[in-house]
């Protein structure tokens, strides 16, 4: 598998040393480490800081969400890794207000260690620490289990939601919940074609046969939920709208916020190709796309494949996602 | 009694670094099966880093594991960070101050380690983790000492159970972390944590063999 | 090769119904054509309309870059195709203000020869019609033949500069002589890593052996300079900016605006890699990079591979640069 | 004299649309080489809307050149939409009106086809084009006429012409088009054009072929 690839060992610390170059007007770093970045605008006494983290391979996740109106800290990892206590709790200091901090991140049990730790270290400096989970994939594990699922894609709306809340000075009960809120009206399942390579390897992680796919695909290219022969693009979106319309309880009138999201190598082309049948899936039950956003969001390194995620709205989430943030990779005024 | 001097043990700490970065893309391989294709990575990098400090300094066991634990667990991140990083941090500390390291004071330290790791995980033996090379390893190391055998017999007793431990993940499914989700298809795949774990406790015990006096 | 698609022969089709549906925001259908859409806000009377168009498989080029301050409309072809001259006849009526309507398009046979047609239309029709063609691709031919070069990624800096002169009201005249400008001073090389695969076909286009690279590879896979034994990262950024810096005669202080584009399947990760690299170079020149992009702005399907295009400002391209606008994929204000 | 009658040959269309399409991954392979990959692809799309159109009808051979040729240039773009268009527009309006074609109307339908394409492109035999194709077969077909040769001999000289045409496109380095970017590199290859240009000379004097009474 070929790359852009200096010293394969040092890609992480090269790719922030770009980051930080080209996002200044946006971010920078807490005590000189490309480790933890916090937003140049957003962190401000009176506000509940919002921290999210984890690890690398998913750009822009995490750190093209900083900014004013988002999150105000990245923590940020090594290639698949959750970052270490550290850094997190530089992001916690750094983003702190007064008025506590939110964490927000993917559930996966590296990421929580790390977290938790770092979590306790913040509390003992006096900073009020709250955590929620992300769980949107719910192919990850049967409804019985959604606290043990998987955060994807649908962190780009838990964010967005979050750094709202944040931004508007609500307080650190107002901001966990609606962000809870968010977390557990956001639903995604991701497809993947052709599996990711670490640039350190530089050879497949994993291995999909010729005339397969795989429904239910993590974004660190964790295997999904079933190996099938691979199908026509609308017959896989209305296999994914089925599972998300099992659980989500929407009505004719609804609105939902919609992310089409590249795990890496799938063109544009193709992610229009799935938005068409998501739109004609929703307009077919008269739920209304209030919003939708179709690229690299979310990614997983190379991988080929895509993910679907829909943030079920109300009134709330509806005026949350619309306040204006600024960050590297969304802005909405 | 057979005992093995904890100053000058520290280099013991470099060869196991050396496994570990020869086995990268190894550990990588079984990773990504059922997870995510990291381990060998971030461990190489892990135990890289450390033996980089290490290097040149003539380290006590106990310090060498202490720079060990401390690195993974502030610089590493990931799931490996925090619980190989308590482990040898607490493997560091049962051994601080001892000078001639004796079988019970190697249990003394195998057992601060499990314990360490179970105070952050919840993983239990068959949860398909590396939980299930260090419980039988342990005990088996306990067993050989409780019925009368010298340190070097019960050490290879240890890397035996170690490795049979890593053997039997093949046979699990998997009910912690990342593999979890698969359920069923968790099945027939080694866990790459187990398999860190039995190279982990291999070499620290040749190590300590070979030093034995 | 695997692609999310139905019906391989409506690829187009069903991806425009996708663009549609998602960016009703921004652009529209004109008469009902998805093969020529207008900008909802854009065209209006005593400015000078702006009209690009191509063929598709670079997304979001050319259709993300059309709105208020940016192109007003834009014709839309087959895969790797120039639209035929009845869409953009279309698009000039629809963006005609009465003030003249501005073509900007890549320097292709197909496209010259269906441009010029419409334009001859749409001058039978009263609409006064200038052409720019975009000859950014520096490898694509010798500087002596600078006007036979391709239009490639700098595309994006052209026809944002020609946005802003047209929403400022400048004179058909005007808006000409800096988009010409702006097609001088913007240099794009692009290298291939793996070769783009046709939706309809689902073979490479091309072939690049497993070890080999492809310098000066264009936007449609065309082939490049070279074909070389692939290089880190470094390496391949500083060849190709060396041969940047041999046409563009910036001196210390001077100012540019970067792009570092994805060909459709390398990620951020890899593009953040090139760019850190693209800024160590200029600051070594002492020249300032006024703003940078970063992402995937006009690629080629699925083509593993990226270009780094450069901008050389003077104050009114600066000017222009900053100058608000609102599409799908490109928004400032 | 050799003729064929305009009634009724629409179906020469047909067959023509046939050809292109089963030749649509070869044609986009040579493309790919020295070009875009497109124009098998986009050749087929294009003719298999003109035969769409016409399937069915019991069009005049002008008449099913004209869809085919209005096809081409009004929805096809590309460089073949203008190019083939305005050559089939140019051979339509040759055709129409009469009712029996001989070897001197042919002829004067290929002249037709050929100043329109060069009245858009400026491509010159030698220049790695369809040109390379087009020119030696009308002038091969004017040779054999003018030498006495009858109508389905000149044919045949076309054919032969066109396709030995289409092979000299091999040694030839691109001087037009986006292969002429590549000098010495677009040595080696067909072209495209010239390839797909053979392949629609050889079935469209096939069929007049198969028709002379
Ligand atoms: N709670 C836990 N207790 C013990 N071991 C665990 C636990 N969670 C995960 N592991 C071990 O971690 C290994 C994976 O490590 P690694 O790949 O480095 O981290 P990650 O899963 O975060 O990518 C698994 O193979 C398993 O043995
Ligand atoms: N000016 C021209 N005159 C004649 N033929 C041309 C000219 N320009 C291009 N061609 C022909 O067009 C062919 C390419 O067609 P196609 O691939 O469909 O279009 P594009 O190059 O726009 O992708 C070339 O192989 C060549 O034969
Ligand atoms: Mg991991
Ligand atoms: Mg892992
Ligand atoms: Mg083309
Ligand atoms: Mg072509």
């Given at each position: 598998v070929k790359k852009f690839l200096n010293n394969p060992n040092e890609v992480v610390e090269e790719m922030l040393d770009g980051v930080v170059r080209a996002h200044r007007d946006y971010i920078e770093?807490?005590?000189?480490?490309?480790?933890?970045?916090?937003?140049?605008?957003?962190?401000?006494?009176?506000?509940?800081?919002?921290?999210?983290?984890?690890?690398?391979?998913?750009?822009?996740?995490?750190?093209?969400?900083?900014?004013?109106?988002?999150?105000?800290?990245?923590?940020?990892?090594?290639?698949?890794?959750?970052p270490p206590p550290d850094p997190i709790v530089q992001c916690a200091v750094a983003a702190s207000g007064g008025e506590g901090v939110l964490f927000v991140y993917?559930?996966?049990?590296?990421?929580?260690?790390?977290?938790?730790?770092?979590?306790?270290?913040?509390?003992?400096?006096?900073?009020?620490v709250r955590t929620v989970l992300t769980t949107d994939d719910i192919a990850s594990s049967p409804i019985e289990d959604r606290e043990g699922r998987?955060?994807?894609?649908?962190?780009?709306?838990?964010?967005?939601?979050?750094?709202?809340?944040c931004d508007r000075g609500l307080s650190l009960d107002a901001c966990e919940a609606v962000t809870r809120k968010a977390n557990l009206r956001t639903y995604t399942v991701g497809v993947a074609l052709e599996p990711c390579s670490m640039p350190q390897t530089r050879r497949h992680n994993f291995e999909i046969g010729p005339d397969d796919m795989e429904i239910g695909m993590g974004i660190h290219g964790e295997p999904g939920v079933t190996r099938e022969h691979i199908k026509p693009a609308d017959d896989i979106t209305d296999a994914i709208m089925d599972n998300i319309f099992k659980e989500m309880k929407a009505s004719a009138g609804d609105r939902v916020a919609v992310l089409i999201n590249s795990f890496g190598a799938t063109p544009l082309m193709e992610l229009y190709i799935l938005y068409r049948r998501v739109a004609q899936r929703l307009a077919a039950k008269n739920i209304e796309i209030e919003a939708n956003w179709i690229g690299h969001y979310c990614t997983s390194l190379d991988m080929v494949g895509a993910s679907i995620s829909i943030l079920h709205l109300d009134q709330e989430l509806t005026d949350l996602l619309h306040h204006p943030c600024e960050t590297a990779f969304l802005r909405i005024n | 009694m057979q005992t093995f001097s904890n100053a000058n043990s520290g280099a013991i700490v470099l060869s196991l670094a050396e496994r570990i970065i020869e086995n990268r893309a190894y550990l990588s391989e079984i990773d990504g099966k059922i997870g995510d294709g990291d381990h060998g990575v971030n461990m190489a990098k892990g135990f890289g880093m450390?033996?980089?400090?290490?290097?040149?300094?003539?380290?006590?066991?106990?310090?060498?594991?202490?720079?060990?634990?401390?690195?993974?667990?502030?610089?590493?991140?990931?799931?490996?960070?925090?619980?190989?990083?308590?482990?040898?941090?607490?493997?560091?500390?049962?051994?601080?101050?001892?000078?001639?390291?004796?079988?019970?004071?190697?249990?003394?330290?195998?057992?601060?380690?499990?314990?360490?790791?179970?105070?952050?995980?919840?993983?239990?033996?068959?949860?398909?983790?590396?939980?299930?090379?260090?419980?039988?390893?342990?005990?088996?190391?306990d067993g050989a000492t409780a019925s009368g055998k010298?340190?070097?017999?019960?050490?290879?007793?240890?890397?035996?159970?170690?490795?049979?431990?890593?053997?039997?993940?093949?046979?699990?499914?998997?009910?912690?972390?990342?593999?979890?989700?698969?359920?069923?298809?968790?099945?027939?795949?080694?866990?790459?944590?187990?398999?860190?774990?039995?190279?982990?406790?291999?070499?620290?015990?040749?190590?300590?063999?070979?030093?034995?006096?």
């Open positions: 770093p807490i005590n000189g480490s490309h480790r933890a970045l916090v937003a140049k605008t957003g962190p401000r006494p009176g506000k509940v800081g919002l921290v999210i983290g984890g690890g690398t391979g998913h750009e822009p996740c995490f750190l093209g969400y900083v900014g004013k109106g988002l999150a105000d800290a990245v923590a940020v990892g090594n290639i698949f890794s959750s993917g559930n996966y049990a590296g990421d929580v260690m790390n977290f938790e730790m770092a979590a306790e270290i913040a509390e003992e400096k006096g900073i009020k998987r955060g994807v894609a649908g962190n780009f709306f838990i964010f967005k939601i979050a750094g709202a809340a | 450390a033996a980089d400090r290490l290097k040149g300094k003539e380290a006590t066991l106990s310090e060498a594991l202490d720079t060990l634990g401390t690195v993974l667990m502030t610089e590493i991140g990931g799931s490996m960070g925090p619980l190989y990083g308590v482990m040898f941090t607490e493997f560091a500390e049962k051994l601080d101050g001892v000078p001639a390291i004796d079988a019970a004071t190697y249990s003394l330290m195998l057992h601060a380690g499990l314990e360490g790791i179970q105070s952050i995980g919840s993983a239990k033996v068959g949860d398909k983790t590396l939980i299930d090379t260090l419980v039988p390893a342990v005990e088996a190391f010298p340190f070097d017999e019960a050490l290879d007793a240890l890397v035996s159970a170690a490795e049979a431990g890593r053997d039997s993940t093949r046979d699990l499914v998997a009910k912690i972390g990342r593999a979890s989700r698969l359920g069923e298809r968790s099945l027939g795949v080694l866990d790459a944590g187990a398999t860190s774990c039995a190279i982990i406790l291999k070499e620290l015990s040749l190590g300590a063999r070979a030093r034995l006096t």
